[in-house]
């Protein structure tokens, strides 16, 4: 079969992929080919805000990876769960919408990602979130099918994630209206991508007005095995899809956006990479980019659980009757615990006053749980609340490398968790600080037992220990392809190109210089509109130069 051909091939309808394939459809001129590993997200578990504990080991829709044994977490080996589905990890993540902190994209630019500062990024956001109730969308999503519907859910929140915040004023933090604006230091409710009740992932809000234009076509459960070069020149992809090898040509661009892990492993079955790993594996070199796979960031969170002397969540749904009564409610309205993710309450704190900037962000949740040898989580009978702590800017940096030229062999995944100074210290922060939190008199007076090691008690090293034997990933993998000033210490230069090739891009959280202090997903998806930008000014500048040449 001959090899179709478009302007532009987007390899991953994750988050990122939505965006570009909406952006660059609506510029008229352009034909594009999304492809997409995973199904459709039509799917009752995606769209119940509160359902994805059943997507969390689905391999319908998960690529269910597990990283390596981990030294600095005491040689445990995490589970990864990373979207496998059109909408991508943002069809099966908890909705958080967090921007993010103004010194992130300082640093951003400082290590060589020009135009990514704050004054450059934060209008971005804007122009993604809409113009509804100030910058971001009400409930309803009133800003429109094409845009990223942020919503307030205070409304549907369980009484008792009030006492978080009560316990934020016990300690002196304030206590906000929202975390994405002007002052983000503090705790608040958070804000989720959801929209009437249902999760309104990237595809929702972009990939579907993009199809509909007909200038798209998205090709599902197809797995790229490679990309096509002329020398250095991206001219296209290899993918299986229903059995067969397909080839499809790119007249523009070939662009990256399967997220943190699978971007680099494409790139490095591609033949881009560490030239002496790939030839390891048995895979010809195009392009020896050493820092292809590395840099790896992510975000370590620990939590502690708690058995609570006053109804919460639990109260509402650990029974057949609640569970019965809560679809009911949402089935009819839309509205009750089923429609607001899990973690209703949460910010951005200082360990010390001493320094300048939050270093530690904060997740609760009224409800507490077990997670049965499955990996289903299933909600305690008793009334229960959990806390959680995750440190923002790890300086450690780990790798993703293949270890096949086999498209369907998982990558090594090497977080390298703790292996600096400051992480360790920051970790034995983390976890000081959610002691002081469970210790303020608010949550002293609704806490009946503290489940496990009573962390209030501990000296520093119980606390390192303490963090290396229970903390876990928070899911936000990061920086494998990153930006960066050239090829001795990056991937991308600050236009999300590939060092040393051409028609190539990596667009995804991938790119991230390094990670952000808070959640990831709203950044990449700022990423992406702001990508799409400077595509189709490249685009357009390129097409005057044939023009201009002819």
């Known amino acids: 079969m001959g090899a179709q051909e478009f302007d532009f091939i987007i390899v991953g309808a994750g988050s990122a992929g939505c965006i570009l394939a909406d952006r660059l459809s609506a510029d008229g001129r352009y034909t594009l080919l999304v492809l997409e590993a995973g199904g459709s997200d039509n799917c009752f578990w995606i769209k119940l805000p509160l359902g994805y504990a059943f997507t969390f080991y689905d391999p319908e829709v998960n690529w269910r990876y597990t990283a390596d044994k981990d030294e600095g977490l005491n040689g445990r080996e995490l589970y990864w769960p990373r979207g496998r589905v059109v909408g991508g990890s943002g069809s099966i993540n908890a909705m958080a919408y967090v921007r993010g902190l103004a010194q992130d994209f300082e640093d951003w630019e400082a290590a060589g990602a020009n135009g990514w500062n704050a004054a450059s990024v934060f209008p971005t956001f804007e122009r993604l979130e809409g113009k509804t109730q100030g910058t971001l969308h009400d409930q309803n999503g009133s800003g429109g099918i094409g845009s990223c519907s942020v919503a307030d859910l205070r409304a549907e929140m369980h009484p008792f994630s009030d006492r978080f915040l009560e316990a934020a004023r016990d300690l002196g933090v304030p206590v906000l209206e929202t975390m994405n604006g002007a002052c983000s230091e503090g705790m608040t409710r958070f804000q989720s991508t959801v929209r009437r009740g249902r999760r309104w992932s990237s595809a929702d809000a972009f990939l579907r007005p993009a199809l509909a234009r007909g200038r798209v076509q998205l090709r599902t459960h197809a797995l790229v095995e490679g990309i096509a070069f002329e020398g250095r020149c991206a001219i296209g992809v290899r993918y299986r899809h229903k059995g067969q090898v397909l080839n499809a040509t790119a007249r523009c661009e070939v662009i990256l956006s399967a997220g943190a892990v699978n971007s680099p492993q494409l790139l490095q079955l591609s033949g881009v990479g560490a030239g002496a790993h790939l030839n390891s594996v048995g895979v010809e070199v195009v392009r020896d980019l050493p820092e292809v796979g590395q840099g790896l960031q992510d975000h370590l969170t620990f939590t502690r659980y708690f058995e609570a002397n006053v109804p919460t969540l639990n109260s509402r749904l650990s029974g057949r009757l609640g569970q019965m009564l809560a679809g009911i409610q949402y089935l009819a309205t839309r509205r009750g615990p089923l429609s607001v993710p899990v973690n209703q309450v949460g910010g951005f704190v200082r360990s010390h006053t001493d320094i300048e900037t939050p270093d530690l962000q904060v997740y609760c949740n009224p409800a507490s749980y077990s997670v049965r040898s499955d990996g289903m989580p299933v909600i305690d009978q008793a009334p229960g609340f959990l806390l959680s702590v995750q440190p923002c800017r790890p300086t450690s940096r780990g790798q993703i490398k293949i270890t096949s030229p086999d498209p369907t062999h998982a990558p090594s995944i090497q977080p390298n968790s703790l292996s600096t100074n400051k992480d360790r210290v920051d970790a034995i922060k983390a976890v ?96 992406a509109l702001r990508a799409a930008d400077l595509i189709l000014e490249d685009a357009k500048n390129a097409y005057a130069g044939e023009h201009n040449a002819a």
């Open 432 to 527: 000081r600080w959610l002691g002081k939190l469970a210790s303020t008199p608010t949550l002293k007076a609704v806490t009946k037992a503290l489940k496990g090691e009573d962390i209030t008690r501990m000296s520093d090293e119980e606390r390192l220990e303490a963090f290396r034997n229970h903390a876990t990933t928070n899911f936000h993998p990061t920086c494998t392809c990153r930006m960066g000033r050239d090829a001795s210490a990056s991937v991308l230069d600050h236009r999300l190109r590939v060092h040393g090739m051409s028609r190539l891009r990596v667009v995804d959280a991938s790119a991230f210089p390094n990670i952000t202090s808070g959640n990831t997903n709203a950044p990449t998806l700022m990423l």
